[in-house]
């Protein structure tokens, strides 16, 4: 079941700088060992079974450039994507478009149905503006190089990289 992060009285800004940590990009880590393709669309057809309303179209995993799962649902006639990190399995959910450039949203029906390991994201969290000092304080190593050059814009452009 989704769980959301741990607040502990912290501002959405300190929840979402706290994303953006070591391993999540795939550049020097391992996929967790928890999670494989047919795991990630098995836990996609039981949470459409557990939401009313609910279609799921093609799921895919980790690739050379995209180190996340992604699935298309439609939940009751919103189209979106439903993400997973590969390297640390941290939940989002994003507006439906062809393009790699996601508005991030908070799904809680779908997020409440999505049993497994894992660790949700808030939209707020995702949405939130990185600037180089927010990465170049917590990375090291590939990822900092990776995200010095690719300069994300927000924490879910980082934890949802498509870097080559």
């Given at each position: 079941m989704a769980r959301p992060r741990e607040r502990e009285g912290r501002d959405v800004v300190t929840d979402a700088l706290a994303l953006v940590r070591p391993g999540l990009t795939g550049f020097g880590g391992s996929h967790d060992p928890r999670w494989d393709l047919a795991a990630f669309r098995t836990a996609c057809h039981a949470m459409v079974r557990a939401a009313p309303r609910t279609t799921l179209g093609p799921c895919e995993g980790p690739h050379a450039t995209a180190e996340y799962y992604r699935a298309r649902v439609d939940h009751e006639g919103r189209p979106l994507w439903l993400l997973l990190n590969a390297m640390q399995p941290v939940l989002a959910f994003?507006?439906?478009?062809?393009?790699l450039d996601y508005r991030f949203v908070d799904a809680p029906?779908?997020?409440?149905?999505?049993?497994?390991?894992?660790?949700?994201?808030?939209?707020?969290?995702?949405e939130t503006r990185l600037t180089p000092q927010d990465w170049q304080s917590r990375l090291d190593g590939p990822e900092l190089a990776q995200a010095n050059?690719?300069?994300p814009e927000r924490v879910g452009d980082y934890v949802f990289c498509w870097w080559d």
């Open positions: 994003a507006e439906w478009s062809d393009r029906a779908l997020a409440a149905a999505f049993f497994g390991p894992h660790e949700l994201a808030g939209a707020a969290e995702l050059h690719w300069r």
